[in-house]
């Protein structure tokens, strides 16, 4: 995933998955296209018409998702697909590139979740973070993932799965 806020991340990342051997691929919105708003990577990119299709074809499309620095958009990207690997609908890693330390209070809050039990220590694990883009690619490229207890019972590949599913959602004090 990129966001169009930082041009030279854009194109570090895209250069570091290159050298690392790995494919890049970019995927826009074509109004965000216009007037080279995000500049070139290196690698393929990929121009559509919805944010929806943007996702969808980030989802089919890629081995692994990384997020820049970005806003509104980026986070919800990050917790949209987070949510799809804690609901093991795929086991792709994703990684946060965490440049000048820009999301410490964003995982810090996963982790006051974590201790406050609003999430497993196994779903806050599908997230991953580095400073430098090669070590994130490096820490991606090692990722197994780690199977939420709570979730495990899911199969969405069978036709039972598309049934509704009973949850348990008693409050725990």
């Known amino acids: 995933m990129y966001e169009g806020d930082n041009l030279g991340l854009i194109r570090g ?21 216009k ?10 990119e990929l121009q559509v018409s919805t944010i929806s299709d943007r996702l ?6 890629t081995d692994a998702f990384i997020a820049l620095l ?4 980026t ?27 820009f999301y410490d209070n964003l995982l810090s809050f996963l982790d ?3 201790e406050h039990e609003f999430l497993t220590s196994s779903a806050r694990q599908i997230i991953i973070s580095a400073a430098i883009a090669e070590q ?15 979730m495990s019972c899911i199969n969405w590949l069978t036709m039972e799965s598309r049934k509704k599913l009973i949850l348990d959602l008693s409050l725990r004090l």
């Open 56 to 61: 969808n074809i980030m989802f089919n499309h």
């Open 35 to 44: 007037g080279d708003i995000i500049g070139k990577t290196i690698g393929e």
């Open 70 to 73: 970005g806003g509104l958009g």
């Open 112 to 114: 006051e979740a974590v």
């Open 136 to 150: 994130l690619i490096d820490q991606l490229q090692s990722f197994i993932p780690v199977v939420d207890p709570s």
């Open 13 to 33: 990342v895209s250069i570091a998955v290159f050298l690392g051997g790995s494919q890049f691929l970019g995927v826009i919105p074509k109004d965000l296209a």
């Open 75 to 101: 986070l919800e990207e990050i917790f949209h697909i987070s949510s799809w690997a804690q609901l093991h609908i795929h086991h792709k890693p994703i990684g946060l590139l965490n440049v000048n330390g």
